[in-house]
């Protein structure tokens, strides 16, 4: 009996790591963001930084999904993270640390890098913060009523949906609150307390890391620019808790008007000329017995209780213009949305000997994106400017899931001047459409990013990324991607890609 030569095999071999590169996995879960870079240190052993793990509420599954993700992540890096960026509190980039925590209970994370917005120690930030958990809590207000009511406008209804993602931004499936999941990040860290980060001074080093620079680019202190209102204001909007936060918890109390002590700020008229409507609609008598005004409420603004009523008749809140006031909610939601994602910490990565940068800007939206243009960094005998920066940056991580509103034209777009750019965006188009988002990621943002670089954009929810096959249409290597690998996620028993991985250059 002949026997054949033994054929040697090899271990597959993985793409070549390029020296001063790095690997970035994108997890894939849609509207949240999560991805690793994989840096190689001198002694060629891996720098692990881990930006964000989170999924949005609206996404069906979205806590398991998040489990296989950190899972995934255990098995890739052994549980060892050097950096974890956390770049602003909203749940689709933090939920993960509340909702996997018994599997982030056994990594080992050295440092947590946070804004400066983030710092319970910043004057400014707890001015912030004091915004925000008051207009959280009008809106909060305002949903659970709009809930309750029957018969809202097709607007109302519309400003009830808008909320409801709003606070998906704020809350988990459950009710976790947002806060929970950023503390839970923060208390990973061996240090006793994040590095918190704002624009301005040298650039960032790590030793360990010779060859790479990290330039802080966001969020501003400039108060006009973290702004939440589009017109400009005298007042700071952030720590006045805003006039729409003021009149919808002012609203709420009178529509209760469950206190007797309770002055409602904004009444053109006095106290004891007025009647609750809540109490005119329950039958009670109001402030003036001589007058019985609940009576002539209920026949004309109310309709008949009686259960044999059609619901139609019974419900005749359109006559009334008690739920409409709460369409400022839509403001305030906006406002609100809108300041937390520019409270993003903006972070590029310079590679030193290529000067070849790559940009991951959170959620920054236009006002965090206008706040660059004036930084400088000392760096050697000169001086680094953001568009230097920006002319530069071959890789990007869209912002905010690819929105209409978080990419300038000209403060963004038109500055991205490298032909070697190519981009990732964190989306799921159904998704954003199931929650009213509206075209997110925006076309136009698709149209433009699809010129500049050439077709080298890879979304999370690319079709190709379900296949073990699965290729993107452009070639790799090609500008900045020297190599590009996924894993389906029918691995972990769901449709779509868990991770699409870039080698980076
Ligand atoms: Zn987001």
């Known amino acids: 009996m002949s026997r054949k030569p033994a054929t040697r095999t090899r271990p597959a071999k993985t793409a070549a790591k390029p020296v001063s590169g790095v690997t970035v996995r994108h997890y894939c879960q849609g509207i949240g963001d999560c991805h690793l870079l994989t840096f190689k240190k001198a002694d060629g052993k891996p720098f692990r930084m881990l930006i ?24 890739e890096t052994g549980g060892k993270i050097d950096v974890l960026v956390v770049t602003h509190e909203h749940w689709d980039h933090v939920s993960g640390f509340l909702t996997a925590k018994d599997l982030f209970k056994d990594f080992v994370v050295g440092d947590v890098w946070m804004a400066w917005t983030e710092n319970p120690a910043d004057a400014e930030a707890a001015e912030l913060d004091k915004f925000k958990g008051q207009a959280i809590a ?32 704020q809350f988990g499936a459950a009710g976790e609150r ?27 080093t790590i030793d360990a890391l010779p060859n790479l620079r990290v330039y802080v680019l966001g969020p501003p202190r400039d108060k006009a620019a973290l702004r939440l209102e589009e ?20 609203g709420l109390k009178v529509n209760e008007a469950t206190d007797a002590d309770y002055v409602d700020e904004l009444s053109p008229f006095e106290r004891n000329v007025g009647t609750p409507l809540s109490a005119a609609l329950t039958g009670d008598k109001g402030s003036d017995p001589a007058i019985d005004i609940a009576a002539f409420v209920r026949k004309h603004y109310s309709g008949p209780v009686s259960a044999a009523a059609s619901i139609e008749d019974r419900d005749q809140s359109w006559r009334r213009i008690d739920a409409d006031w709460m369409g400022i909610a839509a403001d305030l939601a906006l406002q609100l949305d809108r ?52 002319a530069r940056t071959v890789y990007l991580k869209v912002a905010h899931h690819g929105s209409q509103n978080a990419t300038p034209q000209k403060q963004g777009f038109d500055l991205l001047t490298s032909a070697d750019l190519s981009a ?78 870039v080698d980076l250059v």
């Open 138 to 169: 009008a809106l909060q207000g305002v949903g659970q009523k709009l809930d309750a009511m029957q018969g809202l406008s097709s607007y109302m209804a519309g400003v009830r949906d808008g909320l409801q993602s709003v606070l998906g931004f």
């Open 424 to 501: 990732f965006i964190p989306t799921n188009k159904l998704d954003a459409l199931k929650v009213h988002w509206g075209e997110m990621p925006y076309e136009g943002i698709l149209t433009a990013l699809d010129a500049k670089t050439k077709g080298r954009v890879i979304r999370a929810d690319d079709p190709w990324l379900a296949d073990k096959n699965g290729k993107p249409a452009f070639a790799a290597p090609s500008g900045s991607i020297q190599a590009v690998r996924s894993l389906p996620r029918d691995a972990t028993g769901g449709p779509g890609g868990l991770w699409v991985e």
């Open 339 to 390: 300041g937390v994602n520019n409270t993003s910490l903006v972070l590029a990565f310079e590679f030193t000997d290529s000067g070849r940068v790559l940009l991951f800007p959170g959620d920054a939206q236009i006002g965090n994106w206008l706040s660059w243009k004036d930084l400088k960094w000392p760096v050697g005998q000169g001086t680094v400017t953001s568009a230097d920066l920006l």
């Open 52 to 75: 964000d793990c989170g999924i949005h509420v609206s996404v069906a599954g979205g806590p398991a999904l998040v489990a296989d993700i950190v899972s995934d992540l255990k098995k």
């Open 231 to 250: 017109k400009a204001s005298e007042m700071f909007p952030l720590a006045s808790g805003g006039p729409f936060a003021r009149a919808l918890a002012s």
């Open 178 to 204: 947002v806060r929970s999941a950023r503390d839970a990040a923060a208390r990973l860290s061996q240090k006793p307390s994040p590095t918190y980060f704002e624009p301005g001074g040298p650039p960032v």
